[in-house]
């Protein structure tokens, strides 16, 4: 079992950033690709970006390339999002996500944190 805990979500401007946090525990951090996700108002949870454990790489949603980043700290167990240049559209529920390196489904969920971006 991998259990995982979000933090860092708030209220903040257009324009604004934020850095989401998500504490893994349970089984060891490695050897699991770690996801972020969201759900906006009225909307399907759709992908944001991932950070693969093998070959060390990441990707993005279009709609947040080039203004969030995804990066992990094994010391730490944490992986985390740093969103920066929010806007109102990125207003949602942001959920972090594990799944065994190599799998197509994210098996451990956190309960998420609210990001509200404000025009």
């Known amino acids: 079992q991998v259990q995982l805990v979000e933090s860092g979500g708030g209220l903040v401007q257009s324009g604004g950033s934020l850095r989401l946090s998500c504490a893994a525990s349970?089984?060891?951090?490695?050897?699991?690709?770690m996801g972020w996700f969201r759900r906006a108002p009225g909307k399907e949870r759709e992908f944001v970006a991932v950070?693969?454990?093998?070959?060390?790489?990441?990707d993005y949603a279009d709609s947040v390339k080039g203004r969030f980043t995804i990066s992990r700290d094994y010391a730490k167990s944490t992986v985390y999002l740093q969103m920066n240049s929010l806007k109102p559209e990125d207003t949602a529920v942001y959920y972090c996500?594990?799944?065994?390196?190599?799998?197509?489904?994210?098996?451990?969920w956190g309960q998420g944190t609210q990001v509200t971006v404000s025009s």
């Open positions: 349970g089984r060891t951090f490695s050897g699991y690709d």
């Open positions: 996500a594990a799944r065994y390196s190599g799998n197509n489904r994210y098996d451990y």
């Open positions: 950070d693969r454990w093998s070959g060390d790489s990441t």
